[in-house]
């Protein structure tokens, strides 16, 4: 018999308890924990001597693609905020224990002198630059637009869209032709949530950027990709990034009937990183448990 594992049930866990964290939210307070990898992820060299900067890094889907990176033998920088420290350290120890090189540098993305230092520092630290993750996110749910703050929508948008633009114009300084931009956007781009407008918005742009993008680097030889997660467990969703009675289903909706885990998203982000896409740019992976984008 052929080992072929369901996917409704690789990833099984028990249901969700109701539970709040304050922004931005830690894994190791999250229950239950999110899988990233740290047992099952494999490296094959897909990515040896190559320096990769990846914003959100502490944990839910940043974390995963660190783990897995660092696995392929890429040298990794970690953005994360300075309260997310004690996530990223854990991170940090276990990119380390892969044998290559692994730089924190935490900050505030809505802080625009942050997010163009943090592209130089992590150049300088690592000796190049050659992979960019744009893949912190910010998402607090409101139920009605009217609850939506003018500081709530200027924060989401700066974090989630103009720091991706700040980050891009300080990388091209760095990024050689081979390089790879890969950008988080989401389903809810063309699915929007009632209650994630804003969200959803800023994630609908990101699609954008990222295809308009391409068409202006693909013929450097820069290429542009974005990878579009469906509901996935990370410390987002408690910190009221969910209400509570669609937190503890978070995930039922799917096809598959359960949330991703950070761990099932990895393989694409090393995919689009890695010589195996290159004569691929322009293009969105959706990782949705089987709901159609």
């Known amino acids: ?36 990898g740290e047992s099952s992820y494999v490296g094959s060299g897909r990515l040896k001597g190559r320096n990769a900067l990846i914003t959100g890094a502490d944990s839910g889907i940043g974390r995963a693609v660190a783990i897995a990176f660092a696995r392929e033998g890429a040298n990794v920088a970690l953005s994360y905020l ?10 940090i120890r276990t990119i380390k224990e892969a044998g290559v090189k692994a730089v924190g540098i935490p900050g505030d993305l809505t802080q625009e002198s942050y997010a163009r230092e943090l592209v130089k520092q992590a150049a300088d630290e690592l000796g190049g630059l050659d992979i960019i993750v744009n893949n912190a996110g ?10 939506i703050s003018t500081k709530q929508l200027t924060d989401t948008f700066t974090v989630n869209v103009f720091a991706m633009f700040w980050i891009v114009q300080e990388a091209l300084a760095y990024l050689p032709a081979g390089a ?20 959803a918005a800023t994630k609908g742009a990101i699609t954008n950027f990222t295809r308009g993008l391409a068409q202006q680097l693909t013929p450097k030889g820069i290429r542009v990709n974005a990878v579009a997660p469906g509901p996935v467990w990370t410390p987002l969703q408690p910190s009221y ?53």
């Open 82 to 91: 300075p309260k997310e420290q004690s996530d990223a350290d854990e991170v």
């Open 180 to 199: 790879s931009i890969i950008n988080t956007t989401s389903i809810q781009a063309t699915q929007p949530s009632e209650g994630l407008l804003d969200y």
């Open 138 to 147: 910010k998402q607090i749910y409101q139920d009605d637009i009217k609850n």
């Open 1 to 36: 018999m052929q080992n072929v594992k369901d996917p409704r049930e690789q990833h099984k866990k028990g249901a969700i308890p109701e539970q709040r964290q304050d922004e931005p939210g830690l894994d190791s307070e999250l229950a239950p924990h999110a899988d990233h």
């Open 241 to 293: 990034g969910q209400p509570l009675e669609k937190l503890v289903k978070f995930g039922e909706d799917t096809p598959l009937g359960r949330p991703g885990q950070p761990a099932e998203l990895a393989a694409a982000y090393v995919f689009l990183a890695s010589e195996e896409s290159s004569y691929v740019s322009g293009e969105v992976i959706g990782v949705t448990g089987g709901k159609l984008r």
